[in-house]
């Protein structure tokens, strides 16, 4: 893609999303790591900005896709404090994360909340039942992959992402 087109779409992803990077709850996922040095902060952008171009590129509801990739593990607390939650983290941190982005966004729609809820899926057992789901599930594990494998911090992927200010 162009430069320009890319600075044009990357400009549509931000303006979907900045009231939400504003906030005190998603800034607060800098301090918590999510694979390696990646922090869940970076994570959930890179997730969101993936999510959003697969519904643009789709004709999906990209502000769905980008809001809800954003905010799916929005659960902060750390994930190796056993205090922190009640069980499983793979069950329950969608469900912390969607409890905090319901908080946080109360115009959270049910597309944006079955996403935050089904991303583990098929780990967990809440299915994916709206296609900005699959869009949030299907960049988690893109981006996950990329991250364990050190490829999110090739200057290639970070040349690729939209900068927030
Ligand atoms: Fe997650
Ligand atoms: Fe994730």
């Known amino acids: ?30 301090r918590w790591r999510r694979h390696f040095t990646v922090t869940c902060y970076e994570h959930s952008l890179f997730v969101s900005y993936v999510a959003f171009r697969i519904a643009r590129r789709m004709g999906w509801d990209c502000r769905a896709a980008a809001r809800a990739g954003l905010l799916h593990d929005l659960y902060l607390y750390d994930p190796a404090d056993r205090t922190a939650h009640p069980g499983s983290q793979c069950l329950d941190h969608p469900v912390a994360a969607l409890r905090n982005a319901r908080e946080l966004c109360p115009d959270l729609d049910s597309k944006e909340a079955n996403a935050i809820l089904t991303h583990m899926w098929p780990l967990a057992v809440h299915m994916p039942r709206s296609r900005e789901a699959i869009a949030v599930n299907l960049a988690d594990k893109l981006c996950a992959i990329l991250e364990v494998a050190c490829i999110y911090r090739t200057r290639r992927v970070q040349r690729w992402l939209p900068q927030p200010c």
């Not at 087109?5 to 992803?13: H, R, S, T």
């Not at 999303?17 to 709850?25: G, I, K, N």
């Open 1 to 30: 893609m162009p430069r320009n087109d890319l600075a044009l779409v990357n400009a549509a992803f931000l303006d979907q999303v900045s009231p939400l990077l504003d906030s005190r709850e998603v800034n607060e996922m800098k």
